[in-house]
């Protein structure tokens, strides 16, 4: 997803239960350029892979943390949130929020296909607001 646009740029799926990271790794091979991320803890290994990335610092037991690294963590909170936005209006639709039932060849496209009308509908939605503000 684009933090400011708020599109969905690429969909990627995998056979089975697979963690995020592992996903992550195996579409990234395909890019020949190294993208900025905005990631959650979840993504530990990313900078060993050569990405740059803004990754929410964490207060070790004996020390707090400075007030930069909490304005730092606050920024990469209010960007991550609209991804978490993008999560939660996608499983509007049935297909994401219960139980997938149907052929799992078809899943990704089907996927794909959502992310489409999501961000066709977003763009529509964008357009409007932004003829409503200019009238």
């Given at each position: 997803m684009h933090y400011t646009t708020g599109e969905i740029?690429?969909?990627?799926?995998?056979?089975?239960?697979?963690?995020?990271?592992?996903i992550f790794k195996k579409s990234m091979r395909k890019l020949k350029f190294k993208p900025f991320?905005?990631?959650?803890?979840?993504?530990?290994?990313?900078?060993?892979?050569?990405?740059g990335c803004l990754m929410p610092s964490k207060a070790k037991k004996t020390e707090?943390?400075?007030?930069?690294?909490?304005?730092l963590n606050k920024e990469i909170g209010r960007r991550r949130i609209q991804v978490?936005?993008?999560?939660?209006?996608?499983?509007?639709?049935?297909?994401?929020?219960?139980?997938?039932?149907?052929?799992?060849?078809?899943?990704?496209?089907r996927f794909n296909l959502l992310a489409?009308?999501?961000?066709?509908?977003?763009?529509?939605d964008k357009q409007l607001n932004w003829l409503k503000n200019d009238l």
């Open positions: 740029l690429s969909v990627c799926g995998s056979h089975g239960s697979m963690h995020d990271f592992k991320f905005i990631v959650d803890k979840g993504y530990l290994g990313i900078k060993k892979l050569g990405f707090k943390l400075d007030s930069e690294l909490k304005k978490e936005h993008v999560f939660g209006r996608m499983k509007c639709f049935k297909i994401l929020s219960c139980v997938y039932r149907n052929r799992r060849k078809r899943l990704n496209l489409g009308i999501y961000n066709l509908d977003w763009v529509k």
